[in-house]
């Protein structure tokens, strides 16, 4: 069973920067895509940033120039390094896997199998 957990997450000021890092257990994902996600209250779910097993990289237009999404394979873990944070960010952050190998990045929600908790990331103006 593959489990994601998300870390990293807090309060910042806006134009300050956060890292969210997830850790993958259950199973080596060093084939699989994986991608970020968010959810602000009232809104649904939203696709930030996703990465596949090149890796190659798409982000939301959004997230363009203000984040970067990285993975480490020997650690079976993703980050999403955020700069010149915007309250509009505010939002809980999901990491999300895909089950098959060898497939391009995702950005629908549905094409990910493993999600993690969230962890709370809230950017104060």
């Known amino acids: 069973q593959v489990q994601l957990v998300e870390s990293g997450g807090g309060m910042v000021q806006a134009g300050g920067s956060l890292t969210v890092s997830c850790a993958a257990s259950?199973?080596?994902?060093?084939?699989?895509?994986m991608g970020w996600f968010r959810q602000a209250v009232g809104k649904e779910r939203e696709f930030v940033a996703a990465?596949?097993?090149?890796?190659?990289?798409t982000y939301a237009d959004f997230a363009k120039g203000r984040f970067t999404i990285s993975r480490d394979l020997a650690e079976n873990t993703q980050s999403l390094q955020m700069n010149n944070l915007k309250s509009e960010d505010t939002a809980v952050y999901y990491c999300?896997?895909?089950?098959?190998?060898?497939?391009?990045?995702?950005?629908?929600?549905?094409?990910?199998?493993?999600w993690g908790q969230g962890t709370q990331v809230t950017v104060s103006s």
């Open positions: 999300a896997a895909v089950a098959a190998i060898y497939l391009d990045p995702r950005e629908q929600v549905d094409s990910y199998d493993y």
């Open positions: 990465i596949d097993w090149r890796p190659r990289t």
């Open positions: 259950g199973r080596t994902l060093g084939r699989n895509a």
